[in-house]
T-cell receptor, first 115, second 114 residues
Framework: DTGVSQDPRHKITKRGQNVTFRCDPI?????LYWYRQTLGQGPEFLTY????????KSRLLSDRFSAERPKGSFSTLEIQRTEQGDSAMYLC?????????????FGSGTRLTVV | AQSVTQLGSHVSVSEGALVLLRCNYS??????LFWYVQYPNQGLQLLLK??????LVKGINGFEAEFKKSETSFHLTKPSAHMSDAAEYFC????????????FGKGTKLSVKP
C-alpha cells in the first residue's frame, strides 16, 4: 500500500484548455474525495464518491468540472475551458467505510497553474 | 452552518519552546475534530482526531489537543518544538450536513527558530 497517488504533480495550461487529473486511492478504501486548495486557504470540498457512485457535489463544482470513478477504483477530475481562477492545488483523499470518523488519507495533490 | 476559526495565520516559536496553535469551531452538536499538517508542496497528513471519546487526544510527533466543549475549542499543543515541526497546520470539523465533507480552517503556518 503506497498511499493515495495523484498524477500529475504539476500542470501548467493555457486558459481555455481542458485538463484531467487522476487519483489512485488506497486500494481497500471505498470512499474518495476531491478538494481544492487555493493560496492561503484551507482545502475546500468539491465532491465525494462511495465506490463508483458520486454521492455529493459542492456548489464550487461548476458545470465545467466533472469527476468520475469508474469501477470504484481510480478517479479522474476534468476541468473544461480552464480559467485563471481555477489555479489551485487539487487534493484527493480516500477513507474506509467509517468515513469521516477515521479522518482521510490525502494524496500529495496536483498543482494547476492556468496562464 | 459549521465553521472553523484558526487564530493566527502565522506563529513563530523558538526550538524547544511550547507550541500552541488555536482552533475554535462552531457546531450545534459535538462534532468530529481533526488536526492536519501540510509540508510545502505536499498533501495533508492527519496528526490527531477527536471522535467523542477522551477529550485529550494524543497524536503523532508528540502533538496533542484537548476538546473543550464549553469553549468550543480544540487547540493543538506540543511541549517542545523541533525544527522539523515547521509546516502549516489545519484544523477541521466534520460537516454534519454531509457524509463527505470536512470543513477546514484557513491554516496556521508554524515557524521554528533555532
Amino acid at each position: 500500500d503506497t498511499g493515495v497517488s495523484q498524477d500529475p504533480r504539476h500542470k501548467i495550461t493555457k486558459r481555455g484548455q481542458n485538463v484531467t487529473f487522476r487519483c489512485d486511492p488506497i486500494s481497500e478504501h471505498n470512499r474518495l474525495y476531491w478538494y481544492r486548495q487555493t493560496l492561503g486557504q484551507g482545502p475546500e470540498f468539491l465532491t465525494y464518491f462511495q465506490n463508483e457512485a458520486q454521492l455529493e457535489k459542492s456548489r464550487l463544482l461548476s458545470d465545467r468540472f466533472s469527476a468520475e470513478r469508474p469501477k470504484g477504483s481510480f478517479s479522474t477530475l476534468e476541468i473544461q475551458r480552464t480559467e485563471q481562477g481555477d489555479s489551485a492545488m487539487y487534493l484527493c483523499a480516500s477513507s474506509s467505510g467509517q468515513g469521516v470518523r477515521n479522518g482521510y488519507t490525502f494524496g500529495s495533490g496536483t498543482r494547476l497553474t492556468v496562464v | 452552518a459549521q465553521s472553523v476559526t484558526q487564530l493566527g495565520s502565522h506563529v513563530s516559536v523558538s526550538e524547544g519552546a511550547l507550541v500552541l496553535l488555536r482552533c475554535n469551531y462552531s457546531s450545534s452538536v459535538p462534532p468530529y475534530l481533526f488536526w492536519y499538517v501540510q509540508y510545502p508542496n505536499q498533501g495533508l497528513q492527519l496528526l490527531l482526531k477527536y471522535t467523542s471519546a477522551a477529550t485529550l487526544v494524543k497524536g503523532i510527533n508528540g502533538f496533542e489537543a484537548e476538546f473543550k466543549k464549553s469553549e468550543t475549542s480544540f487547540h493543538l499543543t506540543k511541549p517542545s518544538a523541533h525544527m522539523s515541526d515547521a509546516a502549516e497546520y489545519f484544523c477541521a470539523v466534520s460537516d454534519l450536513g454531509s457524509q463527505g465533507n470536512l470543513i477546514f480552517g484557513k491554516g496556521t503556518k508554524l515557524s521554528v527558530k533555532p
